[in-house]
């Protein structure tokens, strides 16, 4: 086992390293970089000397492989670098907007679970009843219903009939927790739907084969209630598939704080993902870039000890 | 029809004879044919309602699309009437605007027609070249195993980890806003999952025994590449190709939501969007018909992709 967890905290290296060097390349492919940015994106415009100025300073000018050097020496300090945007240590940044992006997900993702399981078993239990109909014709929509255009209908609605509004100034946990969680409900809410809908099916479909099985048969033949039968001897055997996907459906919670931090106004990750990619502060996007990968890879890997430590059948070597 | 084969031991006679025979059958199996696809679109729609419902809206909005230019009387980048006028309200010059106009004037009605254009092209363009590549990937990486599968799927990791929009929104900035680099930076999203799947697929196949017996015949690695793993790959691919369109009709409109997507005047659902967000307290409709548009597209395409991937994944048969 632990050889086993070593290999597989070994085999990120090389991943992390393919990830950031194609990033490196990728970002300085196209002229036109911060220095202009920095300097012009506000009502002013720069002269073309202090613009030069900004990128000697900067160091833009030096040779790509030189810059890349410098860059791989950072990573190797186990830093990740200097945002000229804000003027700071990116792992500073980091850490002052990861807090709002996690609380977000895991609020979506207890929201999402909370509603979802229970939906999909009852969808499974009452097969082919209205109930059944009117669970999958929701999910269907909640798996292709743009998650954006989902977040612009709830404020168009509730605009136009309440005459409410997104709030302008985020409110810290720690300061005001009520009015905190307020503000992240709705796009919790909006971020969770797909996953949710997505597990209800996967929940739906895993109860089903449950079920038929035997020993379920057994287990009513012993005359135990259903709801034992159900909660104690189906939902765990139906739980590990589930279990995965919920855990991969985290990469599409990110995708999804992109998109609807900037509709909501959060200043989170998404919001600065999609500021560092606009104004090209390269060491930025991808420091953020980077700590997203290692962040997922280590919780897929959680979730694959967490699989055999569920069912002792899974073993790892 | 009669082969070079059958000319040289058979007499001419007999030639004619065959070559008929050929025909006939070639023209009774045409006709049988044609009666098994019919048999098999009914079975696929008495089998799955939802999936033919799903893509009989499809093919109205493609009709509808293509036709675009034909349905309405007004350019989708010039000003024609006032500045959100509502729905049903006159152009200037005479014509009705079915769907009023937008922010600037321009037919709402005309440019959900076009931007569909760019919406479907992307969403059938992305995933073919999306599954293609992951494809000749997946199938190379089992194939020659070793050192070659290793690094790819070192490579196929990184592609997996990282948050699909995210990676499309950094090329789309470094490469441009064209219509070509937005289906790219689509399609390499789903390279990763594609080569997964069809990887573990082509390594049971590599096991098979036909796969020895033309390795023993001396058959090269292009051929047995190209002439029978991949078309032995065709159901997954498929499969993965009808699952994709969706998620890439809903990337695009993503990227031109948040500003990197194709850049104007060629409309597109997701920039429309982006331009009503700022206006919708005054006209309600330039934030409904894009968002119906792509709900209704959307939805479609995934009613037919999941209906297809049911028909043609026998594993999944009798589930969902």
């Known amino acids: ?317 | 029809m009669s082969s070079s084969n059958g000319e040289n031991l058979t007499s001419d006679k007999n030639t004619v004879e065959l070559t008929q025979l050929v025909d006939t059958k070639v023209k009774f199996n045409l006709r049988a044919n044609v009666v098994k696809t019919r048999r098999v679109i009914w079975k696929f729609t008495k089998g799955n309602p939802a999936g033919s419902f799903g893509g009989a809206i499809l093919l109205v909005i493609i009709i509808l699309v293509l036709s675009a230019s034909l349905l309405s009387p007004f350019r989708f980048d010039r000003s024609v009437g006032s500045r959100l006028a509502p729905v049903g309200s006159e152009a200037r010059d005479g014509n009705s605007m079915v769907l009023g106009a937008d922010e600037i004037g321009r037919d709402v009605f005309t440019r959900t027609l076009h931007g569909g254009r760019t919406s479907l092209y992307v969403g059938l363009a992305a995933p073919l070249i999306g599954v293609g590549l992951g494809l000749l990937l997946g199938i190379s990486s089992a194939y020659f195993g070793g050192v070659i599968d290793m690094t790819t799927q070192r490579i196929v990791d990184s592609l997996l980890i990282i948050p699909g929009l995210v990676l499309s929104m950094v090329i789309t900035l470094s490469f441009g806003f064209s219509l070509e680099i937005v289906v790219l930076a689509i399609a390499i999203n789903l390279i990763g999952g594609v080569s997964r799947v069809i990887r573990s697929h082509a390594l049971a196949l590599r096991e098979s025994q036909y796969v020895e017996a033309l390795e023993a015949m001396g058959a090269s690695n292009t051929r047995i590449i190209f002439k029978h793993l991949i078309p032995n790959s065709f159901a997954p691919a498929m499969v993965l190709f009808a699952v994709s369109v969706g998620g890439a009709i809903t990337t695009e409109a993503s990227l031109s939501f948040l500003g990197l997507g194709i850049a104007p005047p060629r409309p597109s659902w997701g920039s429309m969007l982006s331009n009503a967000q700022e206006f919708f307290r005054s006209g309600v409709h330039i934030v409904l018909v894009p968002g119906v548009a792509i709900g209704v597209t959307v939805l479609a395409v995934n009613l037919f992709g999941d209906a297809l991937r049911d028909a043609l994944d026998p594993r999944l048969r009798g589930r969902d």
């Open chain 1, 1 to 317: 086992m632990q050889v086993y967890i070593l290999r597989r905290l070994l085999l990120m290296i090389p991943t992390i390293f393919i990830l950031g060097t194609s990033l490196f390349f990728l970002l300085r492919v196209l002229p036109g970089d911060l220095a202009v940015g920095l300097l012009t994106s506000e009502e002013s415009s720069a002269t073309a000397e202090e613009i030069e100025e900004l990128r000697e300073y900067l160091g833009l000018n030096d040779h790509i492989l030189v810059q890349y050097g410098r860059w791989l020496k950072t990573i190797g300090r186990g830093d990740l670098g200097y945002s000229p945007l804000f003027d700071s240590s990116v792992v500073s940044i980091l850490w002052s907007k990861l807090g709002i992006t996690i609380e977000l997900a895991i609020i979506a993702v207890i929201i999402s679970l909370v509603w979802a399981i229970p939906l999909g078993i009852i969808s499974a239990l009452r097969r082919g009843s209205w109930i059944d109909q009117a669970i999958r014709v929701v999910t269907a929509a909640g798996i292709s219903l743009p998650n954006f255009w989902i977040a612009l209908m709830v404020l168009l609605i509730l605009v136009a009939f309440f005459r409410w509004s997104p709030p302008v100034q985020y409110v810290h946990f720690l300061d005001n927790p009520i009015e905190n969680l307020k503000m992240l409900f709705l796009p919790a809410l909006v971020i969770g739907f797909r996953s949710a809908a997505v597990i209800t099916r996967m929940t739906r479909s895993m109860m089903l084969e449950v079920i038929g099985q035997d020993y379920v048969r057994t287990a009513r033949a012993k005359g135990l209630s259903s709801r034992t039968v159900t909660l104690r001897h189906a939902l765990p055997n139906a739980s590990l598939p589930i279990l995965t996907l919920a855990a991969l459906l985290l990469a599409a919670l990110v995708d999804g704080a992109v998109i609807i931090e900037v509709i909501f106004n959060l200043p989170g990750l998404g919001q600065l993902i999609r500021e560092s990619i606009t104004r090209r502060d390269y060491e930025l996007i991808q420091g953020i870039v980077l700590v997203l990968a290692l962040f997922m890879m280590v919780w897929i890997l959680i979730t694959d000890l967490l699989y055999a430590w569920l069912d002792p059948r899974i073993r790892y070597s």
